[in-house]
């Protein structure tokens, strides 16, 4: 069974890095992208970047660049999202989502995790 | 990038139809077809209904479909039914490889 398990709720304080896990189970992050997307309450969907297993490099949302770094560990089937410089703003739902090729549909996506950015 | 214009909020009776519409630029929703959308419901993962503007994954009903007319997208619910209720995203490719979403509507079945 295809499935994508998100790390736990987090909360930290303003200028506080977070970082959140996904791990793949029934298939290999080799096969298949990852995007993030983020949902603040009562806000749309923000797409935030993507792990394409064929570049080197991430693509990011021009709104996250230099905030956010995307990592994967192919030996755990588990991929990472570490946003940094939190602000109440950041204060949101984070998913994981997995397509087969970057502009193909996310077909399975992660719980979501919950970020509170609070002093 | 701006996101993509959905309705706020929806609402339909049992058994009647709704359309969803998503309204983008010619550098998405008008000029591919990577047009997805996806139902979330509170406690539950976001689940994909529609890609590729018109297609169903395997294990969706038959009462989702999806359409597309220049730079706007539709989501079609016929037959609404009690657990359709929820939010509802358009998605779209984006000729600059990113991906834009829209700002999501909440459907209400009265």
């Known amino acids: 069974q295809v499935q994508l398990v998100q790390s736990g709720a987090e909360v930290k304080t303003p200028g506080a890095s977070v970082k959140i896990s996904c791990k793949a189970s029934?298939?290999?992050?080799?096969?298949?992208?990852m995007h993030w997307v983020r949902q603040a309450r009562g806000q749309g969907l923000q797409w935030m970047g993507i792990?394409?297993?064929?570049?080197?490099?991430?693509t990011l949302a021009e709104r996250f660049q230099g905030r956010i770094t995307l990592t994967r560990d192919t030996s755990t089937n588990t991929v990472y999202m570490e946003l940094s410089g939190l602000t109440s703003a950041d204060t949101a739902v984070y998913f994981c989502?997995?397509?087969?090729?970057?502009?193909?549909?996310?077909?399975?996506w992660g719980h979501g995790t919950t970020v509170t950015v609070s002093s | 990038q701006s996101a993509l214009t959905q309705p706020a909020s929806v609402s339909g009776s049992p058994g009647q139809s709704i359309t969803i519409s998503c309204t983008g630029s010619a550098s998405d929703v008008g000029s591919l077809n990577y047009v997805s959308w996806f139902h979330f419901r509170p406690g539950t993962a976001p689940k994909l209904i529609i890609y590729e503007v018109s297609n169903r994954p395997s294990g969706v009903s038959d009462r989702f479909s999806g359409s597309k007319s220049a730079n706007t997208a539709s989501l079609t619910i016929s037959g609404l039914q009690a657990e359709d209720e929820g939010d509802y995203f358009c998605s779209s490719y984006t000729t600059a490889t990113t991906v834009l979403f829209g700002e999501g509507t909440t459907l209400t079945v009265l």
């Open positions: 792990l394409d297993p064929s570049l080197v490099r991430p």
């Open positions: 989502a997995r397509s087969k090729l970057r502009f193909m549909e996310k077909d399975v």
């Open positions: 029934g298939y290999s992050l080799n096969t298949h992208c």
